[in-house]
């Protein structure tokens, strides 16, 4: 198991299994629950990250290891840590700033 976990970090992660539209395969995402929650539960909540797909308002746009992508915001999962296989690297503070805006927006009255 990795060690702790920290907000706005990528870890490499198994999805598998998904159902229906899920975001499926081994893929980096986006640890976004707080480091308070990190530092004492099992379970993260992570967004996916991906190449592919189409520019919603959901999916902040991103660069990360030499590729462009997304963060899938619409996609927010919540794991336990044996899904974790390695960290990645993390995203940068812009970035990181940008989608939990993207977040807060998202669930806002």
Do not use: W
Not at 11 to 38: H, M, Q, W, Y
Not at 45 to 57: E, F, K, N, R
Not at 84 to 90: A, C, V
Request: proline share 8%; aromatic share 4%.
């Amino acid at each position: 198991m990795v060690g702790k976990p920290g907000r706005g970090e990528v870890f490499l992660i198994d999805l598998d299994p998904a159902r229906g539209g899920e975001i499926r395969k081994t893929r980096p995402c986006l640890v976004v629950s707080p480091d308070e929650l990190n530092s004492h539960l099992r379970t993260l909540m992570v967004a996916p990250m991906t190449t592919g797909g189409h520019s919603y308002p959901f999916r902040i746009p991103c660069r990360f290891a030499g590729k462009s992508g997304h963060v899938v915001a619409d996609q927010l999962r919540t794991i336990d840590r044996e899904r974790l296989i390695r960290r990645l690297g993390s995203l940068t503070p812009a970035t990181l700033e940008r989608v939990l805006q993207v977040l807060q927006e998202m669930f806002a009255p």
